[in-house]
Structure formats: C-alpha cells, structure tokens
C-alpha cells in the first residue's frame, strides 16, 4: 500500500451504495508488537506481513482477537483502506472488516 496506490484508488470514488469501496485482504500478517486493545471492545492494530513496513488500522468491536494477534502467530485480514488525518497528519490506516486466524 503505497501513496500512489492510495491516489490510484481514490479516483474511484465517490464510493457508496452504488459503488461499494473495495475491501482488501491480507494474508499472513503478524503484530508488529504495538497492537492494543481499546475501550468499547475494539482493537488498534499495528501489523506488518514478511519485509514490509508497519500499517496501522482498527478493527471495531473484535476485541476478543486480541490474544491471537498478541500470540505473535499469522493472521489474515480483509480491510478496507481509509486516510486518517489528525493534528495535521495524514496517514494510510487500515479499517479491519474481519480477522481469521489459521
């Protein structure tokens, strides 16, 4: 995932009913070591597959994933990607849709 994959990805929309965002998946992920559990039940993520960089995301409502993902052992997701911006930083983020274990 890459800004000019982001850019790419971004004249597709406006996305909605009638053009649903695509949703990705991943396979093999593993915690970098920085994920957390949140309060409401929710997962911040911080995941990475074999040589590539560190992608943070939120998995809503899946806090009961949150052993499995610490365990260290791989994992799929299917995400959707969304840029986040806060205090005047924008950055990639995954929105996790579903986790699946092996």
Known sequence: ITPGFWNIL??????GPGNRSPVFVSYNVVDS??????TGNHLKLSVKQA?????QGIAFKQ???FDWVKSKMPFHICYKIE????QGRSRLELIVKDIQFQ
């Open 10 to 15: 971004k004249q597709f929309a406006p996305f």
């Open 33 to 38: 070591g920085a994920s957390r559990l949140l």
């Open 51 to 55: 040589d590539s960089p560190v992608f």
């Open 63 to 65: 806090g009961e994933a």
């Open 83 to 86: 840029e986040n911006t806060w």
